[in-house]
């Protein structure tokens, strides 16, 4: 079973699609007036919050040429959990016919359920700039916000992803002097509900189905009867056209038996 190696990336497009949802957020500042004296972006990036925590404590002055740009919003994987709720049948398959021969079909069988735990991270050096953004995120999470991902594109499957909101707290790392830097920091936890996908392999197309039936089975000699075969109508169908099928049932007096190695009626030796 192991050993067979593939890959979807479909816990990387779970990653991307999160961090796409956040990656337009802008903020303005206004002078006492309600004027508007700026509008940016708010930048987002994939790590820890404590990694940006300390790269503002090392740099409390900012004087430093390079120094990390507040606000912005950080977010990082936080647990991958079987969900057991969501549980498929796991002999079930998708079957698919394969783009580069008609005679074959791809076939996988049911995904397996996980939960992905993200933390989200808003930072902010004034209150107003964090809770600009934290307004802009909540309203659309009434508790989920579903996407939409390619899961499979070589099998043709699109599937709802819910993004589930589960907390919010909040931190001011405010203390000491006037010369340090505060950092006003918002986390959110979501769960997002995906599939993992296993391998896909290939199988024929079956296009013939034949039955043999017997009313009398000797040890030895056994003497078919009836022959009941079925094919799809037309013969040239593939496993996802709409076809219907044509059935046929032979009788006989012989005591023939199909051979499965030439495809035809022999006698018993």
Request: proline fraction near 6%; charged fraction near 25%; glycine fraction near 4%.
């Amino acid at each position: 079973m192991l050993g067979q190696q593939f890959y979807h990336e479909t816990m990387r497009k779970v990653v991307v699609a999160f961090g796409t949802i956040f990656n337009n957020i802008n903020i303005v500042r206004k002078n006492n007036s309600g004027t508007i004296i700026q509008k940016m972006k708010v930048p987002l990036a994939y790590g820890p919050a404590q990694k940006f925590l300390t790269r503002l404590d090392n740099d409390p002055s900012l004087k430093n040429k390079v120094a990390v740009t507040l606000p912005r919003i950080g977010f990082e994987i936080a647990n991958l959990a079987y969900d057991p709720v969501r549980k498929l049948n796991r002999v079930q398959k998708f079957k698919k016919v394969k783009s580069t021969d008609k005679n074959r079909l791809d076939v996988q069988y049911m995904p397996v359920p996980y939960n992905l735990d993200f933390s989200l991270y808003v930072m902010a050096k004034n209150s107003d700039d964090a809770l600009q953004i934290v307004e802009q995120i909540l309203p659309y999470f009434q508790p989920d916000y579903t996407i939409t991902l390619n899961d499979m594109s070589d099998m043709g499957i699109k599937r709802d992803v819910p993004i589930i909101l589960s907390s919010v707290s909040y931190e001011d790392s405010y203390q000491g002097n006037f010369e340090e830097r505060r950092a006003i920091m918002y986390t959110m936890t979501f769960t997002a509900k995906f599939y993992l996908y296993g391998p896909v392999t290939s199988d024929k197309v079956i296009k013939t189905v034949q039955v043999d039936q017997y009313t009398d089975m000797p040890v030895n000699a056994p003497k078919r009867e009836q022959r009941y075969t079925v094919t799809p109508n037309p013969i040239t169908a593939d496993a996802d056209d709409n076809f219907g099928f044509n059935e046929t049932t032979s009788f006989f007096e012989d005591a023939k038996n199909f051979d499965e190695v030439s495809g035809t009626d022999k006698e018993d030796a």
